[in-house]
T-cell receptor
Framework: GAVVSQHPSRVICKSGTSVKIECRSLDFQATTMFWYRQFPKQSLMLMATSNEGSKATYEQGVEKDKFLINHASLTLSTLTVTSAHPEDSSFYIC??????????????FGQGTRLTVV | DAKTTQPPSMDCAEGRAANLPCNHSTISGNEYVYWYRQIHSQGPQYIIHGLKNNETNEMASLIITEDRKSSTLILPHATLRDTAVYYCIATADYNFNKFYFGSGTKLNVKP
């Protein structure tokens, strides 16, 4: 089946630095990918919609200047957490759907990236 | 997207069927019902989805009421590895799987 891969799976960074998380669709093309954030013991929260070749669409309350999204190719979207602070520590997850498969309506999720800001 | 309501937790004995309910009383005619599960510290895993008819695959069965206001996910023979948080989501196909997750149901499968 289709696979979405995230890198890194875990990252620890110092407060004030920036961290980039990659989301790749390994065997399909995705014009649209989604980024979620999950705090401990909470549900996934949609952060933004990543659109290939255009600007991302952010959900209400998500700072677009802090969470930079780039979707430069049909198989890669990146999320950069800028000037990270401890409160940004969370589990970040991406998802994508293979629009090239007729009648495919299943979204595939990456394995997630655990970000810890110290 | 229609709001979904699920019980926060359920217990099930290993080997027995697990029936997880979901209420989506405001669902629109073009919204599908999706079920995903999340095992601790992993990305969500697709289980099944449907629009109006009941669906079955190798993992589970999805029973949707005739008025589409509620559905039930059935794991026919639960195992310890099925312990996870199960999410029921209603979304239109044109949203390309942009999901607004609810709080889900924590299923505890016990020996």
């Amino acid at each position: 089946g289709a696979v979405v891969s995230q890198h890194p799976s875990r990252v620890i960074c110092k407060s004030g630095t920036s961290v980039k998380i990659e989301c790749r669709s390994l065997d399909f093309q995705a014009t649209t990918m989604f980024w979620y954030r999950q705090f401990p013991k909470q549900s996934l929260m949609l952060m933004a919609t990543s659109n290939e070749g255009s600007k991302a669409t952010y959900e209400q309350g998500v700072e677009k200047d802090k969470f930079l999204i780039n979707h430069a190719s049909l198989t890669l979207s990146t999320l950069t957490v800028t000037s990270a602070h401890p409160e940004d520590s969370s589990f970040y997850i991406c998802s994508a759907r293979d629009l090239g498969v007729p009648r495919s309506t299943e979204a595939f999720f990456g394995q997630g990236t655990r970000l810890t800001v110290v | 997207d229609a709001k979904t309501t699920q019980p926060p937790s359920m217990d099930c004995a290993e080997g027995r069927a697990a029936n997880l309910p979901c209420n989506h009383s405001t669902i629109s005619g073009n919204e599908y019902v999706y079920w995903y599960r999340q095992i601790h510290s992993q990305g969500p895993q697709y289980i099944i989805h449907g629009l109006k008819n009941n669906e079955t695959n190798e993992m589970a069965s999805l029973i949707i009421t005739e008025d589409r206001k509620s559905s039930t996910l059935i794991l026919p023979h639960a195992t310890l590895r099925d312990t996870a948080v199960y999410y029921c989501i209603a979304t239109a196909d044109y949203n390309f799987n942009k999901f607004y997750f609810g709080s889900g149901t924590k299923l505890n499968v016990k020996p």
